[in-house]
């Protein structure tokens, strides 16, 4: 040791370069899918449920789009849960067709609390079902989704996350650099998480959940990010969450920085939460069980943990220029002509991913903007520690109406005309 503070400024260098590894190696799996032998036998039976607050600008259409999924229509039934309501959510998706809960709760107010309102309900019916299904009400769903999570299903998964697309990525430079943000993640993260038999995360729609999981273990998933807090509950038990990659669900991106920025914290504040609960646990039983997927969640839960650690060395390594007060050993574990590459690499892997889904020409352009919209994540992680204990739930309000024909040809670049009319015949 040279200098004092290498006593803090070597373990911190030596994390970043564990951290950076870790995550550009593992993009590298998520570039190809595999090949898969799907069960296209119709068998399990499905509750759909869409959590609701304040969504009559977009529930109508959502609720139709359920109606006409490529499933038998007697295997599955739409819910629709109107919480703390004060428009007309819950009379526009009963005209649609759903089966509407109302639930007026001041207190526990948010989606978790909202979703384990509405599992109640449904497991004290009398119909059963094999698994939940569970949908934002901005969202749209490409019509084959049933099937997808029937497949998965019938091979024995329990918690299952769909594709995350974006319904309207290119309205605002917010909402495509949100939608690219999701794309790349998508592939580096989740499919190539999947690909190695690492556990994936929830993304609090697009989900499907066995009933027997929820019945067995309870929903009890409630803070900011409920998503991500399920995922590790249920991980901790041993039962991962895996990857649908053609389980596809469009999702309204936020139109405006404001609302992007409102909608990160939080994530980040529920995030913050989440971590502190679950990191001493997972490490624990991974430990103990010696299972690497349980301390692959730690790494998932440490991440924006990283990019505060990150983000101090890189303010400090100016200071370093001026008067050196450390030893600087990056470059003496990793070549330059690594980190040149890997410097690259965060530029060529989104580059791929939108030559893979044949992204529109004005999502190319967009892509000008995506180093912006990622390093603002930084202070939004700095304000998410900070606010981590504030539990107050953020609601972004949804406006974009589409339905799903509207989807099928603002995309129609991605298919040929016959996969575009053999979609469905909506009306």
């Excluded at 990010?225 to 990659?245: C, N, P, Q, S, Y």
Aim: hydrophobic share 45%; proline share 3%; aromatic share 14%.
């Amino acid at each position: 040791m040279n200098y004092i503070f290498d006593y803090i400024m070597i373990p911190m260098q030596l994390i970043i370069v564990f951290f950076t590894l870790y995550y550009f190696i593992i993009a590298f799996f998520g570039i190809c899918k595999r090949h898969e032998d799907k069960i296209m036998t119709p068998k399990n039976k499905f509750a759909v449920i869409v959590a609701a607050h304040n969504e009559e600008q977009v529930i109508g259409q959502l609720v139709e789009n359920l109606h006409v999924l490529n499933y038998p229509r007697d295997l599955y039934d739409v819910y629709v849960v109107a919480d703390n309501c004060k428009d007309k959510t819950a009379q526009i998706a009963k005209k649609a067709g759903a089966i509407v809960y109302e639930r007026f709760n001041l207190e526990q107010r948010g989606k978790g609390y909202a979703m384990e309102w509405m599992f109640e309900k449904l497991f004290a019916g009398a119909k059963q079902y094999d698994a939940v299904v569970v949908f934002d009400a901005d969202n749209l769903v490409d019509t084959n989704f049933l099937m997808e999570m029937n497949n998965r299903l019938c091979k024995g998964e329990k918690v299952i996350q769909g594709y995350l697309d974006a319904k309207n990525p290119n309205d605002t430079w917010i909402a495509a650099t949100f939608a690219i943000s999701f794309w790349v993640v998508n592939h580096i993260w989740h499919l190539a998480k999947y690909n190695i038999g690492l556990s994936s995360v929830l993304g609090g729609t697009g989900m499907c959940i066995s009933t027997d999981v929820l019945k067995r273990f309870g929903w009890g998933a409630t803070c900011l990010t409920e998503d991500m807090e399920f995922t590790m509950k249920v991980l901790l038990i041993g039962i991962r969450t895996t990857w649908a990659h053609d389980a596809i669900v469009y999702d309204e991106k936020p139109l405006t920085f404001k609302q992007s920025w409102n909608q990160r914290k939080r994530w980040a504040q529920g995030h913050f939460d989440v971590a502190s609960r679950y990191i001493p646990k997972l490490v624990a039983e991974g430990i103990r069980r010696r299972d690497i997927r349980l301390l692959d969640g730690v790494l998932h839960l440490v991440q924006p943990h990283f990019l505060i650690l990150s983000t101090t060395f890189v303010l400090l390594s100016y200071l370093y220029h001026i008067t050196p007060f450390y030893t600087n050993i990056l470059y003496m574990v990793l070549p330059i002509e690594v980190w040149t590459v890997i410097a690259i690499g965060q530029y060529v892997f989104p580059m791929i991913v939108l030559a893979k889904i044949r992204a529109n020409w004005k999502t190319w352009i967009y892509l000008v903007f995506y180093p912006l919209f990622v390093y603002s994540w930084i202070p939004i992680t700095f304000l998410g520690y900070l606010h981590r204990n504030d539990r107050n739930w953020s609601h972004t309000e949804h406006t974009r109406s589409l339905s799903y024909r509207d989807i099928l040809l603002n995309n129609s670049n991605e298919f040929s005309k016959e996969n575009l009319l053999s979609k469905q015949a909506i009306k």
